[in-house]
């Protein structure tokens, strides 16, 4: 069983100078999405839609004030709203690739596997040096229980896009799902050159070490993990068990503790680390 495994990094494309992709446009459209721009990139989102609303309302015209928008409604949390948006977007420029990888990106996180494949696809038939695009596709593949699809498609993000350091740790779980630890571990140690303070790089490095039997190493990538993000409850729950395997209760109950403290839906699954670690302490002794 696979054991959190991070697949969650989509990075949405903002596209920053719709004044200018639209110059024919209204000016007073133009402005509000401007503005709504700027309030985006300060993080005030309900601003920002309300600016992006203001600019439909005079120009229903432009597919970027909607995509725009989709990228502040689903930082809100509102997926049926963006893919309303994406939807809009690629309606009034079907040739729209980041509209289509966006849009694959809430169905991903909707579940809904294949629709998302199938937007990746189409981001990719449309700009085919879409290195974010391949990496998409790859994760929801991989998702699916397609491991062999997922490594080709990071490979390919890989070739086009070296310094993505998510791609490097998104082929690293796909590595270890098959099997190839070694192969996994150069990954992750190159996601985390890439980008020293990549949390789930660590905790994910972290699981192939324990696969490969190396439990002090995988305990260092926990701890590491850990201190960049005191709450990730992933890290202590994977932490946890180790420390349990190896005699150190009480650090171990501090772990469980935490984490659930952290994310009680973890609660089943921690219970199964657990029960396996206890077995795998008992069948060593």
């Known amino acids: 069983m696979q054991r959190f495994s991070w697949l969650a ?11 200018q992709a639209q110059a024919s446009r209204s000016a007073s459209a133009a402005s509000y999405v401007e503005r709504g721009n700027s309030w985006l990139a300060k993080g005030e989102l309900d601003r920002a839609i309300a600016d992006y609303e203001l600019a439909i309302a005079f120009d229903p015209r432009l597919a970027l004030t909607y995509y725009n928008c989709g990228i502040g409604r689903n930082a809100k949390g509102d997926r049926d709203g963006a893919l309303s948006d994406f ?21 991903y996180a909707r ?6 494949i199938a937007d990746f696809d189409q981001a990719i038939e449309i700009k085919s040096r879409n290195a974010k ?19 080709a498609d990071y490979n390919r993000a890989i070739e086009l896009d070296p310094r993505l350091a998510e791609v490097w740790s998104h ?24 980008n020293p303070r990549f949390t789930e790089a660590y905790n994910n ?40 395997r190896q005699g150190s209760d009480a650090e171990a109950e501090k772990d469980f503790e935490k984490c659930l403290a952290l994310n009680p839906d973890l609660k ?16 060593k002794s």
């Open 9 to 19: 990094v989509f990075l949405l494309i903002l596209t920053a100078s719709p004044v």
């Open 205 to 244: 490095r972290g699981l192939a070490w324990q696969a490969n039997g190396d439990l002090d190493r995988a305990i260092a990538d926990f701890d590491q993990a850990i201190a960049l993000n005191p709450r990730l409850a992933e890290a202590y729950a994977n932490r946890g068990p180790i420390r349990l």
């Open 87 to 107: 939807n809009r977007a690629i309606e009034i420029n079907p040739r729209f690739a980041e509209a289509y990888n966006n849009r694959g990106f809430i169905r």
């Open 268 to 283: 089943p699954l921690l219970e199964q680390f657990i029960r396996r670690a206890k077995e795998q302490r008992t069948a």
């Open 111 to 116: 579940g809904e596997m294949d629709k998302a």
């Open 133 to 151: 695009a391949y990496n998409n596709r790859g994760a929801a593949r991989y998702v699916k229980g397609d491991p062999d699809g997922a490594i």
């Open 171 to 194: 082929r690293g779980n796909a590595r270890r799902a098959k099997g190839d630890l070694h192969g996994a571990i150069s990954d992750f140690n190159q996601a985390i050159q890439l």
